[in-house]
């Protein structure tokens, strides 16, 4: 029971990570303010019984819905004690030499300034609470490219960058700010923009799990309780000491190129290595 009498702010709660995360917390004793623009999501997830969970409608892409969302839990309970700025979709998926400006516009609105305001609105509502912190969803797109689309890998680049940045101006109050960068995370996200029927998405997702647990070193893919057991640990005081900085849960994603994890896989370096032998051996003496 970590989280015994805190006040949680879980938003994009209705599914994947979100949903998990806002289980876990309820579950170790918190009151968790569960926001979706997807209401009959958090709805079911309220059904549950997990724990205290409250549903708020909240459009992050809306300062307004997100001021009212921080407004209610500190006026419900007295306060915020953690917040979890995790709502985000894929993006736009055009190339940067394709892209048109409202595409990119919507991305950074949902995937980057959503997050700076969360934590904009959460602070003044969180001064003053002993082990106060602000987790950010960030992603291994952050780290460099081939991980997603452009303007999604921007975007997590800047929740990232802000994570850091926002730990400095809020140390004078005691809160704590860091990101989490999921790698290949089993949820809605690679299937939620494809404009064909329920049972060929499940499909479709199925098929994208199956690929991603031969994708990084660790041999399974990544599940929504992976990032949700981060994010309980970054905002519990056994990371009190934790600031300002990403945590990778990306199964080793990001640690090196395939031929230096993966033994079947055919290595450049290798290679070299054994034409060099070779044009060794086949040089007259």
């Known amino acids: 029971?970590?989280?015994?009498?805190?006040?949680v702010v879980v938003t994009g709660a209705a599914s994947g990570i979100g949903a998990e995360t806002?289980?876990?917390?309820?579950?170790?004793?918190?009151?968790?303010?569960?926001a979706d623009i997807d209401g009959a999501g958090v709805e079911r997830l309220v059904s549950e019984g997990a724990g205290d969970i409250r549903f708020q409608q909240c459009d992050v892409c809306s300062?307004?819905?997100?001021?009212?969302?921080?407004?209610?839990?500190?006026?419900?309970?007295?306060?915020?004690?953690?917040?979890?700025?995790?709502?985000?979709?894929g993006g736009a998926r055009a190339k940067?030499?394709?892209?048109?400006?409202?595409?990119w516009d919507r991305t950074m609105d949902l995937l980057l300034r959503s997050v700076a305001f969360g934590i904009r609105y959460a602070v003044p509502h969180m001064i003053g609470r002993q082990?106060?912190?602000?987790?950010?969803?960030?992603?291994?797109?952050?780290?460099?490219?081939?991980?997603?689309?452009?303007?999604?890998?921007?975007?997590?680049c800047g929740v990232l960058h802000l994570s850091k940045v926002a730990a400095a101006d809020l140390a004078q109050?005691?809160?704590?700010?860091?990101?989490?960068?999921p790698g290949f995370i089993n949820t809605n996200i690679f299937t939620a923009s494809l404009e064909v029927p329920d049972d060929t998405k499940a499909i479709a997702?199925?098929?994208?799990?199956?690929?991603?647990?031969?994708?990084q070193p660790v041999r399974r893919g990544g599940?929504?309780?992976?990032?949700?057991?981060?994010?309980?640990?970054?905002?519990?005081?056994?990371?009190?000491?934790?600031n300002g900085t990403g945590l990778l849960v990306d199964g080793g994603l990001t640690i090196g190129q395939r031929p230096s994890w993966d033994p079947e896989a055919p290595s450049p370096l290798a290679a070299l290595m054994a034409l060099e032998e070779q044009a060794r051996a086949g040089s007259p003496s």
């Open 96 to 103: 940067i030499h394709e892209i048109e400006p409202d595409e």
């Open 22 to 34: 806002a289980r876990l917390f309820a579950r170790e004793g918190a009151v968790v303010f569960a």
């Open 223 to 242: 599940q929504p309780r992976d990032i949700a057991e981060a994010c309980a640990y970054l905002a519990s005081e056994a990371a009190s000491f934790v």
């Open 173 to 181: 109050f005691g809160i704590r700010v860091n990101a989490i960068l």
């Open 131 to 156: 082990g106060a912190a602000i987790v950010n969803t960030a992603s291994v797109a952050a780290t460099g490219s081939g991980y997603s689309p452009t303007a999604y890998a921007v975007a997590k």
């Open 205 to 215: 997702k199925a098929m994208i799990a199956q690929a991603s647990a031969n994708a």
């Open 1 to 7: 029971m970590r989280f015994s009498g805190k006040t």
């Open 63 to 89: 300062t307004d819905d997100i001021k009212a969302l921080m407004d209610r839990a500190a006026a419900e309970t007295g306060g915020i004690d953690v917040v979890f700025n995790n709502a985000g979709a």
